[in-house]
């Protein structure tokens, strides 16, 4: 997928690089080592496990007075100079048991990671890794005009900007230009809807969200949002306020129905929601609205995720667990948490996850209760209701619902 791209400076860096060791006299001592993961859209979702893989390879790098390089799709390059050739074997397998260390932040075997990792010998190979990085710049440059023109085409953001980390000076900028923005227009709604093969789907409620794809065109074009999850945190929470004020000041009607919020356990303790509390009661029934939580809240805080449940269910409220995958699905259980709803995600590259008898017991045990979320196709709805599933959300149910169309499944 084009956002789950990196920044593309390491690979001009790794270019010089090599270069550079082309033209010097001493080529002989350069090695380098290439791992191929491929795994951009698992490290797209889990930006942390990849920062927990570099970190350990970038100090062994380090150690041996090496340079590490991150390409954009994932992948790692580095070149080290080792005089001593009898060296060069200590290192393979000294680098091999350190990503065998971290197989489940890379959700590989140990064969895969032996097959992934490449060692070049550079006066011999230069010219093959040399290629190989060109091919990825490649790749690289056509996805970067993809994104350039979508981008373009949707009006989201200027086409020539490049995008800079989220750092604490941009997100004071962010909040001062939220003060000004009319979140109105950044709201959206999508259904969650009850589906059976051959029928049309049936809203079941509606979650109320702020597009951050709109968001970033209007106040951040030029700022990559998540690039820091604490500072994306706090963003999410200043947008928190903004939804619920706007709720509270008529932005959906007594005829709306049910809907979800997804907020932070920070703003469900805060004095806002509170307020929020005493005024929602005029706009909906308190048990037809769905707080979502997002699953990395729960374990930031668990002490405060368990005051803040206790907290919802008193008031009427049913809580949502958001963004929970097939392999956490464990952790999750709905009787453990005092939780009412499942949010599940699918991604293609994990399909076989679903084929998991636990997991299958797990959805069967909660039934009605477990939501697939992000169905884009026939291929997550086909998996969700082998699974039991029967409560689906995405653009694949839009368009149904759209179009008036009955949900039809095809083969994964």
Request: hydrophobic share 45%; aromatic share 10%.
């Amino acid at each position: 997928m084009i956002e789950n791209y990196l920044d593309r400076s390491d690979e001009t860096a790794l270019m010089e690089d090599l270069d550079r060791i082309r033209k010097s006299a001493t080529r002989k001592v350069f090695y380098a080592c290439y791992i191929g993961f491929d795994r951009a859209a698992w490290f797209g979702r889990h930006r942390e496990y990849f920062d927990v893989v570099t970190h350990s390879v970038s100090k062994f790098v380090w150690q041996n007075q090496g340079k590490m390089y991150k390409l954009h799709n994932f992948d790692l390059c580095f070149t080290l100079r080792i005089e001593n050739p009898r060296m060069v074997e200590r290192m393979i397998f000294r680098l091999f048991a350190l990503l065998q260390q971290h197989a489940t932040a890379l959700s590989m075997t140990e064969q895969q990671i032996e097959e992934v990792t490449v060692w070049y010998q550079l006066e011999d190979d230069l010219a093959a890794l040399t290629e190989r990085v060109q091919t990825v710049a490649a790749i690289g440059d056509d996805a970067a005009e993809r994104r350039r023109r979508l981008l373009q085409k949707a009006g989201a953001a200027p086409a020539d900007v490049a995008t800079a980390a989220l750092t604490a000076q941009a997100l004071a900028d962010i909040e001062k230009a939220l003060a000004r923005a009319d979140i109105d227009s950044l709201i959206r709604n999508q259904p969650i809807c009850a589906v059976n093969s051959g029928l049309l789907p049936v809203p079941v409620f509606r979650e109320i969200y702020v597009s951050m794809t709109h968001l970033k065109g209007q106040v951040a074009p030029n700022i990559d949002m998540r690039g820091s999850r604490a500072l994306f945190h706090h963003l999410t929470r200043m947008l928190d306020q903004r939804v619920l004020r706007a709720i509270m000041g008529g932005y959906i009607g007594t005829g709306f129905g049910p809907f979800s919020l997804n907020l932070t356990i920070q703003t469900i303790l805060s004095p806002l929601f509170r307020e929020f509390d005493e005024q929602v009661g005029q706009i909906a029934k308190k048990n037809q609205i769905i707080i979502e939580i997002q699953r990395y809240d729960v374990f930031w805080d668990y002490g405060a995720f368990k005051m803040a449940c206790a907290f919802l269910h008193a008031n009427g409220y049913r809580i949502l667990i958001d963004g929970v995958t097939p392999n956490v699905m464990h952790l999750f259980s709905l009787m453990d948490l005092s939780v009412d709803f499942v949010k599940l995600f699918a991604f293609k590259d994990e399909f076989a996850d679903w084929t998991n008898p636990n997991m299958i017991r797990r959805i069967n045990d909660n039934s009605g209760l477990v939501i697939l979320g992000r169905c884009s196709g026939d291929g997550e709805m086909r998996i969700g209701m082998d699974a039991g599933i029967r409560l689906f959300q995405g653009w694949h149910i839009d368009d149904a619902l759209r179009n008036k169309q009955p949900v039809t499944l095809a083969a994964v």
